[in-house]
Structure formats: structure tokens, C-alpha cells
């Protein structure tokens, strides 16, 4: 875990510098200190124009600022330091880092929460012992002791619950700008103010109530948004975890050298055993072999490759040893240019972030202009100061935005809840809204309409002894359809236990005497089976078989990948809801068109790779379409992150759950209907609370400025619409099932992609 520099410490920060597009330069930041959307016009405008700064942009969500320099070589330190003198801490970006920043924040808004909530309840009971007693016989002495008391309790509490609002509105003001956090700290501030006033001339009222609860309520829905607005994880972390931390590089002695992936640079040769993935893109010099790499191009079928062959990072290796030569360096590898694909389409996913920047800057000169005409046009109509400042610090509190904050995070929290128990895990805090917003839904089919694994085809007509021992033997392989068909077989209940004295011939078999006889699981020639074999397959082309034999017995197990088992009904229920269901895959043309046939597809894509899948979800998006994508495999990752909406099964790899906006659990597929329905009756809760929060201001203003509120009851009279808005966002656990829209139009088809052989 990266820790921050200390104060003496000088970061080189153009070390951190990569090569961007048209010779530019390219940084990213972790910011410290963000707290509301008004902070991305402050830091984006704030570093503007810097010397050799072309542009900088921030993503919100991520907490991350991405700066684009004239050139590779121009110094990023005067941003750092302009960042530094806005209030902002800048550190280059690492996953650990952030992490860091994320633990951090939500621990301190918990503990503010935790005194403002405790301090409110104790300065209520002396609230409400004083209410009574004003309308009795409380003398003097007894209600200034408790107004006393209740100022010990706030002061404090004021102090120390409002620092993030606080010290908001000083970078804000600093910034020559007003965010949303400037109106709440000046009517905090002056409640407790006036309060501390008028318990010294010992009035029958004090607001220490109202300041302490509005700080409550505030932090309540800060803490909300915090916890629904996972940020999008970094993908390097993933990415390295996928290739693996380290390769083995043969020397020019021929000996061989295990070293970090970054550092193999184009040219470098490097070993790769079976079962390995590989970790750099390269040239096979030496041996030959299968490579699965279903995880990057969505291609069911292993593929044979020899000397001469060229093979891609993230794939992996089967059966034979090789020698790679690396084509290129591990950051410029196909898993590093995916990465940047993905990078790219995140940024341009916070533009909604924007709109709530542009909403906040309209807010709070609004709301100051009012609580200044308010107190003005009283002292104008012959009141005296106190009452019109009181007035004006009611329409302050009156009309802070807490039920608009409350409105969709308290629905966010309800509804996620509802689909966790229909098995959908969402990540992205306004995943709901955007999944709720699709009206087409691109799914692959390896992974997602298919089982993530391959199982037995042919079970009916095979041996049940011949299959105990290849549970057995498949104990001991390290091959990936040997791994499949043991799982299979141990689904069934059969002893997996490994036999003793098996052993494994790389990219053969295995291999064992029982009894006296040979027992082996592994190709169709390891076992003498091709004749079988051959059989088997053309009986099903799509498959794939392994033999297993004992003594002069032999039969062959046939495995592939089977839809699941509500894949049909599921498309089904899509559709029922007006979505227009279509496939686009990277396997081959003849499995694509027979899973959408069984499905009740008609648009589908094959053979397509990850800048196919991305163009045809961007041509979608031209026709004005929202699209939902759900895919598993690396190959996957653009496009889901150029979807307007992304769902990734939970046995997807890494980096396809990192940009996903919903996590599938379980095997079946229903989850994703169910995410539409339950997002889509979320989306219309939240626009109920918005109205209601609209309303709420539209009747509570006028009646404040009119000067019939205290700020008490105005502070009331918020947490009360905040309270509202929250048991209206409990509707939002279920409900049944709405009735089916009119499905629209069917997009014109986007262009057949000719089948390809990744």
C-alpha cells in the first residue's frame, strides 16, 4: 500500500507520466478532499490554463483527476502544487491508495454521525423539558441552566460533526465559488451563534436543537451516499493478478529468470509451462501447444499453436511448453490496450456528474439571496434585526437540500437490498438509474447465456464404473477439460479422491495401475480412442472429448458449454418488459446461431472482438438507444464500459466485474430480468421524491420568509420531508411485477460481422 509522502519528501511527479495520444503526455491523480459535485468545476477550472496543461478532467466517482500534457516530458508539479493551494491533497494514482482515501473517509463521516446523533437526542430531552415548561411554570433560572447545558453539548459537536461542511465552504470561498456546503455552514454557524445570544439575555428561546439536527440529518445522508457510491475499483491491480506478477525470462545463457512482468521488454524471451497464463504478447520460438483464450476473445475452441504462432497476454497455455519472444512491452500488451479502452469509456461515463455540478452552482446563490432579501425586506417592513436575522437563518436551514440528498440515496439503499435477494450485487451508485433508463439488452454468450464451465454432453450412454476412475484421475491433471470434468462428476456425487500413483504426461494425460490395471484420462490418442472420438464429435461438432480408459475399455466423455437452464425464459421475460434482446459474441458463427436460436434471439453477432463488441454498442447508442450489456470475459470489458448500463456474472473474470455496474450471483440468468424490473420501479421512487422534495420547498419557503417559522421548527419541518422521502424509498423492496410495455421498434441491425477466427 503506497503511503503519502512526507512534507519534506519530493515526488518526481513526471515519473508517473505515460505517453498519450498525439505525443501528449498523460497523468492521473488520486484527489484528497473531495466532498460534494461543486468540487469538480473548482479543481477543473483551478488548474486550468497552467503552463503545458492541455486539458484535466475528474472523474467524481473515482476520485480521480486525469490531466492531459502538451508533451511526455512537461513537468506536472505546478498542478500538484495549484491542487495543494485549492485545499486538495494530489497523489499518483495507485489502487492501494485510493482504497486508503475510501477506508478513511467513511470511518470519519460514521464518527461525525455518531456524536451528532448521540448530541441530538440528549439536547432534544433538554428541548423538550423547556418546550413544556414554557407553556407551565419553568422559572428563568432552571430554562437558561438548560439552554447551558444543551450550548456544552452543541458547541462541541458543532465543532467537530460539521468539519467536512465546514471545510468545504472554506475551500469553496477560497476558490471564489459556492457549493452546496457554504449555505448549510453559514446557517449552522449562525444558529449556534444567536442561540449562544440569546441564552446570555436569558430568552425564553435557544436553536441549539436545530443546528445539532441539522448536522445529523446532513452527515445521515452524506454516509448514505457514501456507501452506494462504490467507486469503480482500479483495473491494473486486476490486470496483473490476470497475467501474474511475475514471468519467467530465459537468458542468453540459457538459463531461465523469474522476474516482475514489467519488466520484460520487447524482445525478451520467456517460458511459459502448461497451465500458465501467459503474460506478455509475443511469437511462440520454441514448442508447440493449445492456448485457451475464451478469457479475451470469447472463443470456446482451444487453439493450436507452434513456432511462428502469435499468442496475447491474458491467454492460457494448455498443454505444451513454449518459448515466447514478447512483441511488445508488458504495459503495450492486448491486456494494457483493453485497460486503456476501459479507462477511456469510465471518463466519459461521469458526464451525468456534470449536470449535478451545474444544479449545485445555481442552488446556493439562490438560497443566499433569499435569507438576504428575507432579512433586508424585514428591517425594510420595520422589524428589528433579531427577528429578521432569525428569519433569515429559518429560510436557510428551511431550504437545505437534505431531502433532495436523501431522495435517491435512501431509494439506491432499499432497492439494493431487493436485488441482492434476487441475486444481482450492484457496485456503481447510479447503476440503478441507468440500468432502470435500458431499452436494449446486448448479451454475450459464453459465460453468460452458457454455463461459465463445460460439462458432460453425452453422460446418458456412458460407463458408470469408466467414469468413477476418471473422477479420480482428473484429481491429478492440471489440463482445464480434465479440471471441467472432474467438477462434473463430482456434482454427481462421485469419489473425487486422487488416486496415489497417478501421474500426468503434460498435454497427454494421466495416467495410473489399479489392481494391476492401467487406467488412463486424457486426448483421444493418449488413450487410443480417435476412432470413438471422431464419432463422438461429429455427433456434436460444438463439443470437445476426453478419453478414459481401463485395460482394453475405452469411452469418450464429450464437454461443452450448455445454456442455462432460464436463459429462454429469461429472454423471454425481457422482452415482456419492451427490451430487444440480442447477442454479440466472439465464439464462431455455428454455437451463436444455435444458442439464439434455442433462446428465441433473431439479432446476432458472432465472431466479434472487443473493439467489434464496443462499435456495435456505439452504433446502438447513435440510434438513440440505452444499452444494457451484460458479458464476462475480458473481451467484454469496453464494451461494458461503453454501455449505457453493464451486468457481469459472478464467475466473469476481474476485470469484466470491475466495470460492470451489477454483479449476477448464482448460475442462473433471471437475475438480470429481475434487475430491470426492480431498477425501473426504483427509477419512478426516486422522481416521486425529487417531486415531493420539490414540493416541500415550494410551500416551506414562502412560509419561512413570511416569518411564521423558528429555526426550530424549520429544522423540523426538514428532517420531517427527509423522513418522508425515506419511508417512501421503503416501497422500493419489491413489489409485483409491472404489466409489459410496448416494445419499440426493433434498431436498424448494425452490420453482420463476417465470422473471424480470433
Not at 39 to 58: D, N, Q, S
Request: glycine residues 8%; contains cysteine; proline residues 5%.
Amino acid at each position: 500500500m503506497s503511503a503519502s509522502p512526507a512534507a519534506s519528501d519530493r515526488v518526481d511527479y513526471s515519473a508517473f507520466v505515460t505517453p498519450g495520444q498525439d505525443g501528449r503526455g498523460q497523468l492521473d491523480l488520486a484527489i484528497d478532499g473531495i466532498t460534494c459535485a461543486a468540487c469538480i468545476r473548482e479543481i477543473e477550472e483551478g488548474v486550468a490554463g497552467l503552463p503545458g496543461l492541455a486539458t484535466a478532467r475528474l472523474n467524481y466517482s473515482m476520485r480521480r483527476l486525469r490531466l492531459t500534457l502538451d508533451g511526455q516530458a512537461v513537468d506536472p508539479t505546478p498542478v500538484v502544487e495549484r491542487l495543494e493551494r485549492l485545499g486538495y491533497r494530489a497523489y499518483p494514482f495507485t489502487t492501494s491508495r485510493e482504497e486508503e482515501i475510501e477506508a478513511a473517509e467513511t470511518k470519519d463521516l460514521l464518527k461525525r454521525l455518531g456524536v451528532a446523533a448521540f448530541a441530538t437526542m440528549n439536547i432534544m430531552l433538554l428541548s423538550v423539558s423547556i418546550w413544556s415548561g414554557n407553556v407551565s411554570d419553568i422559572d428563568s433560572e432552571t430554562r437558561d441552566l438548560f439552554h447551558w447545558i444543551s450550548a456544552l453539548i452543541a458547541i462541541p459537536t458543532v465543532a467537530y460533526s460539521g468539519q467536512p461542511f465546514f471545510r468545504s465552504a472554506i475551500r469553496s470561498i477560497k476558490a471564489r465559488a459556492l457549493g452546496m456546503d457554504v449555505p448549510i455552514s453559514i446557517g449552522v454557524t449562525l444558529a449556534v451563534g444567536i442561540s449562544v445570544y440569546e441564552t446570555l439575555h436569558s430568552a425564553t428561546h435557544a436553536y441549539f436543537d436545530s443546528a445539532v439536527m441539522l448536522l445529523a440529518f446532513l452527515l445521515a445522508g452524506r454516509v448514505l451516499d457514501q456507501a452506494m457510491r462504490k467507486r469503480t475499483r482500479a483495473v491494473a491491480g486486476n490486470l496483473i493478478a490476470l497475467r501474474g506478477d511475475t514471468a519467467r525470462r530465459v537468458d542468453a545463457d540459457g538459463g531461465i529468470t523469474e522476474v516482475p512482468v514489467l519488466a520484460i521488454k520487447a524482445g525478451d524471451r520467456v517460458a511459459v509451462r502448461p497451465g500458465d497464463r501467459i503474460a506478455i504478447d509475443g511469437i511462440v520460438e520454441e514448442g508447440a501447444s493449445e492456448v485457451d483464450a475464451s478469457l479475451v476473445t470469447g472463443e470456446t475452441a482451444r487453439e493450436p499453436v507452434a513456432r511462428g504462432a502469435q499468442v496475447h497476454s491474458g491467454t492460457l497455455n494448455v498443454t505444451g511448453a513454449l518459448v515466447v519472444r514478447a512483441t511488445a512491452a508488458a504495459e503495450s500488451s492486448l491486456v494494457a490496450e483493453v485497460n486503456k479502452l476501459l479507462d477511456a469509456a469510465l471518463v466519459q461515463k461521469s458526464a451525468y456528474v456534470r449536470i449535478a455540478d451545474r444544479a449545485a452552482q445555481l442552488y446556493s446563490p439562490v438560497v443566499h439571496a433569499t435569507a438576504l432579501l428575507t432579512a433586508i425586506g424585514w428591517v425594510l417592513w420595520g422589524a428589528d434585526v433579531h427577528f429578521a436575522v432569525i428569519t433569515a437563518v429559518a429560510v436557510l436551514i428551511i431550504t437545505c437540500p437534505c431531502a433532495l440528498g436523501l431522495a435517491v440515496p435512501a431509494v439506491q439503499v432499499v432497492v439494493s437490498g431487493a436485488l441482492f435477494k434476487a441475486g444481482v450485487l450492484v457496485g456503481a451508485g447510479d447503476g440503478i438509474e441507468r440500468i432502470a433508463a435500458c431499452d436494449t439488452v446486448v448479451l454475450d454468450k459464453t459465460g453468460t447465456l452458457t454455463t461459465p464451465e463445460a460439462r458432460i454432453a453425452n453422460r446418458a450412454g456412458l460407463p458408470d464404473d469408466l467414469l468413477r476412475d476418471a473422477a479420480r484421475l482428473a484429481q491429478t491433471s492440471s489440463h482445464p477439460l480434465a479440471k471441467a470434468l472432474g467438477l462434473s462428476l463430482s456434482r454427481e456425487g462421485l469419489d473425487t479422491s486422487a488416486l496415489a500413483d497417478a501421474r500426468e504426461e503434460p498435454g497427454q494425460g494421466v495416467e495410473a495401475m489399479v489392481d494391476g490395471t492401467r487406467l488412463r484420462l486424457g486426448s483421444p490418442a493418449f488413450c487410443g480412442a480417435e476412432i470413438e472420438a471422431a464419432i463422438a464429435l461429429a455427433e456434436d461438432p460444438d463439443a470437445t472429448a476426453i478419453a478414459i480408459r481401463r485395460g482394453d475399455r475405452v469411452a469418450v466423455v464429450t464437454l461443452r458449454q450448455t445454456l442455462k437452464v432460464d436463459a429462454a425464459e429469461t429472454v423471454a421475460a425481457l422482452k415482456a418488459q419492451g427490451l430487444h434482446v440480442m447477442i454479440v459474441s466472439g465464439d464462431r458463427a455455428g454455437p451463436v446461431a444455435r444458442a439464439a436460436s434455442a433462446v428465441g434471439i433473431a439479432d446476432w453477432h458472432a465472431g466479434a472482438k472487443p473493439a467489434d463488441k464496443t462499435a456495435i454498442i456505439e452504433a446502438l447508442k447513435a440510434q438513440g438507444r440505452h444499452v444494457l450489456m451484460v458479458g464476462d470475459g475480458l473481451n467484454d470489458a469496453p464494451a461494458l464500459a461503453a454501455a449505457h448500463a453493464s451486468l457481469s456474472p459472478i464467475s466473469a473474470s476481474h476485470i469484466a466485474q470491475t466495470c460492470a455496474d451489477a454483479i449476477v450471483l448464482g448460475e442462473r440468468l433471471a437475475p438480470v430480468s429481475e434487475a430491470v424490473r426492480l431498477s425501473r420501479r426504483a427509477l419512478r421512487i426516486m422522481r416521486e421524491n425529487l417531486w415531493i422534495s420539490t414540493i416541500y420547498n415550494l410551500i416551506a419557503v414562502p412560509i419561512a420568509v413570511a416569518g411564521f417559522v423558528t429555526p426550530l421548527i424549520a429544522a423540523l419541518a426538514m428532517s420531517g420531508s427527509s423522513v418522508i422521502v425515506t419511508v417512501n424509498a421503503l416501497r422500493a423492496q419489491g413489489g409485483s411485477a409491472p404489466a409489459p410495455t410496448p416494445a419499440r421498434a426493433a434498431p436498424a441491425p448494425a452490420p453482420r460481422l463476417k465470422e473471424v477466427r480470433p
